[in-house]
Every structure is written in structure tokens, then in C-alpha cells.
């Protein structure tokens, strides 16, 4: 009867250490992939720091860039210390964020013997948001298309019934000078780890979701074409003429 009474205790205790094991290595193994997301998305804005800086890039570009890595900062010290992200929704003059994503990587467009123009075709517009979730959301589409992309790359703008469209299209890796691959750039983006580039596709779904948006991605030989959907704020907003 003793021994019976041991196995009856022993195994459901042994099977529950087993489980609390497997919860504890789960919410460890979360842990490490949520810190590491916050230091993918704090190293973006640092770089876009240095390289409008050392471009001469106009002071809002420089300014913007400072803010992105604050906001990346905070998040990474809520996930270290706890706490609850969630920045401020305002209506944003949607030409001037774009405008500023822009402008904070064509020095590493350059970079890479290429080249990042904005097409803006839908007027002064506002989207309702968090400036920077939105701003963090077209760094990560501008970088994926800038590394894994072609040379020549222009985002547009333009409204498409009461959302506003964004498109980042790209010429093709096929287009990409040989030369390339020994460029400044992609030399530091190898050091780098750009094969992060999974994660930062899911950040611009997360943030397309939280606003109300959309995002499609679609890849083919002569380049690839992602595709950001928002819903216009303000009714009063003038679209293009």
C-alpha cells in the first residue's frame, strides 16, 4: 500500500515540476525574444542618429531621429523594468512624416550605391496616431527595402478613397551593382545581423492593426512592393487636387 501511495503522489508531483520547468523556460525564452526586439528597434533610429549627423541632414531630420531613439529607449527600459507602452494619438500631417522617413535613411541609400525619393501625391492629409509607432513602422519598410531590395527605391504617398496609401517599391536584387556587396553599407549591415528582418515586418503588421490599417507585401523578379494603408483623420483634410 506504501508504495502504491508513492507512485500515486510521485507522478502527478513529477509531471507538475516538468510543467512548471517548461512554463518557466517558455516565459524566459518570450523574455529574450521581447528584449531583443526592443534592442532591434532601438539600433534603427541610433543609426539614423549618426548618418544624419555625418550627412549634414537638416536639422528636423537630426531632431526626428533623436526622438525615434528616445521612444525606442522607453520601450526597451518597460521591457527590463515593467511597465505599460502606449504613446499618444494625435493627428499628423502625414506628407511631413513621411517626408522626414525619408529623409532620415537617404544617406544610407547612398550607402549602398543607391537612392530613396519621396512621390507624394495626396495632399495635406492628416492620419491619427502614435508618431512614432507610425514613424517606427516606415523606418522598417524603408530599411527592408534599402537591404534586401534594389538600388532604386521611391515611396509614395498618395489617398485612395478615406485611407491613405503608402508604397515603398524597389528596382530588384537583380538590378544591384556587384560592387554592391562590399559597400560600406552592406558590410555594416552583415556585422549588424540584417537577417532581423523578419521582425521588423511584424512591428509595421502590429502597428497597421493598432491603427486601423492595413499591410501587404508583395515580392517579384523586377523588386518588391510593400504597402501601407491608413485611415484619414480629418475630414476637413484636402486631398491632392
Same mark, same amino acid.
Given at each position: 500500500?506504501?508504495?502504491?501511495?508513492?507512485?500515486?503522489?510521485?507522478?502527478?508531483?513529477?509531471?507538475? &515540476?516538468?510543467?512548471?520547468?517548461?512554463?518557466?523556460g517558455? $516565459?524566459?525564452?518570450?523574455?529574450?525574444?521581447?528584449l531583443n526586439?526592443? &534592442?532591434?528597434?532601438?539600433r534603427?533610429?541610433?543609426?539614423?542618429?549618426?548618418?544624419?549627423?555625418?550627412?549634414?541632414?537638416?536639422?528636423?531630420?537630426?531632431?526626428?531621429?533623436?526622438?525615434?531613439?528616445?521612444?525606442?529607449?522607453?520601450?526597451? !527600459?518597460?521591457?527590463i523594468n515593467?511597465?505599460?507602452?502606449?504613446?499618444?494619438? =494625435?493627428?499628423?500631417?502625414?506628407?511631413?512624416?513621411?517626408?522626414?522617413?525619408v529623409? $532620415?535613411?537617404?544617406a544610407?541609400?547612398?550607402?549602398?550605391?543607391?537612392s530613396? #525619393?519621396?512621390?507624394?501625391?495626396a495632399? =495635406?492629409?492628416?492620419?491619427e496616431g502614435?508618431?512614432?509607432?507610425?514613424?517606427? #513602422?516606415?523606418?522598417?519598410?524603408?530599411?527592408?527595402?534599402?537591404?534586401h531590395?534594389?538600388p532604386?527605391? $521611391?515611396?509614395?504617398? %498618395?489617398? !485612395?478613397?478615406?485611407?491613405?496609401?503608402?508604397?515603398? #517599391?524597389?528596382?530588384?536584387r537583380?538590378?544591384?551593382?556587384?560592387?554592391?556587396r562590399e559597400?560600406?553599407? !552592406?558590410?555594416?549591415?552583415?556585422?549588424?545581423? %540584417?537577417r532581423?528582418?523578419?521582425?521588423?515586418?511584424?512591428?509595421?503588421?502590429?502597428?497597421?492593426?493598432?491603427?486601423?490599417?492595413?499591410?501587404?507585401? %508583395?515580392?517579384? !523578379?523586377?523588386?518588391?512592393?510593400?504597402?501601407? =494603408?491608413l485611415?484619414?483623420?480629418?475630414?476637413?483634410a484636402?486631398?491632392?487636387?
Amino acid at each position: 500500500m506504501t508504495e502504491l501511495t508513492e507512485i500515486s503522489v510521485g507522478w502527478p508531483l513529477a509531471v507538475s &515540476l516538468a510543467f512548471a520547468a517548461t512554463v518557466r523556460g517558455w $516565459r524566459a525564452g518570450r523574455r529574450r525574444v521581447a528584449l531583443n526586439e526592443a &534592442l532591434h528597434e532601438l539600433r534603427r533610429p541610433l543609426q539614423s542618429v549618426v548618418l544624419a549627423v555625418g550627412s549634414g541632414a537638416a536639422p528636423q531630420v537630426v531632431e526626428g531621429s533623436a526622438q525615434l531613439a528616445a521612444a525606442a529607449l522607453q520601450r526597451l !527600459e518597460w521591457e527590463i523594468n515593467g511597465g505599460t507602452p502606449g504613446g499618444r494619438r =494625435e493627428a499628423i500631417a502625414a506628407r511631413s512624416l513621411l517626408a522626414s522617413a525619408v529623409g $532620415r535613411w537617404q544617406a544610407r541609400a547612398a550607402l549602398a550605391g543607391g537612392s530613396l #525619393a519621396l512621390d507624394w501625391r495626396a495632399g =495635406e492629409v492628416l492620419v491619427e496616431g502614435d508618431w512614432s509607432a507610425l514613424a517606427q #513602422a516606415l523606418d522598417n519598410l524603408i530599411l527592408n527595402a534599402i537591404e534586401h531590395g534594389g538600388p532604386s527605391i $521611391r515611396v509614395q504617398g %498618395r489617398v !485612395e478613397g478615406r485611407s491613405l496609401r503608402v508604397t515603398v #517599391a524597389d528596382s530588384g536584387r537583380a538590378s544591384r551593382p556587384p560592387s554592391r556587396r562590399e559597400s560600406p553599407a !552592406e558590410l555594416v549591415a552583415r556585422l549588424t545581423g %540584417r537577417r532581423r528582418h523578419g521582425h521588423g515586418l511584424a512591428v509595421v503588421r502590429q502597428v497597421a492593426a493598432a491603427h486601423g490599417g492595413r499591410f501587404a507585401l %508583395r515580392y517579384s !523578379e523586377d523588386g518588391s512592393l510593400a504597402m501601407l =494603408e491608413l485611415p484619414i483623420a480629418d475630414d476637413r483634410a484636402k486631398s491632392a487636387a
